[in-house]
């Protein structure tokens, strides 16, 4: 995360699972403050895989579809980050590395594996900016 705040990139969340889960599993490991939003289950009316959650979090961000990447785990996340028109990184967890994740622009089996300049470079490549 320090990586992507040296860049100057804001970070959003996008969540199906409980503000109190999220946020306090985020303050308990102090990463709350590196997020510049964050949407969880109550904060939207639409749960993924419907996109809502990532276009929620676009907009207080402000920022467009093809100015974020999204990371996910889920293929129902997957699902929503390309509906809302995202490049997607799969990284899945033990529980989700069984699961389809085909579908993401990307697959990595850990964020330690790359660069996040080598991410950012791979996204652009894609979406032809």
């Known amino acids: 995360m320090r990586g992507a705040l040296d860049l100057g990139l804001k970070i959003g969340l996008a969540s199906s699972s409980s ?16 997020f510049h939003s964050t949407k969880c289950f109550e904060d939207t009316e639409l749960h993924k895989p419907d996109p ?33 028109g995202i490049f997607c990184v799969a990284i899945p967890n033990p529980i989700t590395c069984q ?3 085909e579908h993401a622009d990307y697959r990595m089996a850990s964020m330690a594996h790359e660069p996040l300049e080598e991410i950012l470079r791979r996204a652009v490549a894609k979406i032809g900016l």
């Open 99 to 101: 699961l389809p994740l």
């Open 19 to 34: 503000g109190d889960h999220v946020r306090g599993h985020l303050e308990r490991l102090q990463l709350l403050h590196y």
């Open 52 to 84: 809502t959650p990532y276009l929620a979090v676009l907009d207080e961000l402000g920022v467009g579809a093809d100015e974020a990447i999204a990371f996910e785990d889920s293929p129902n996340g997957v699902t929503a980050a390309k509906a809302a």
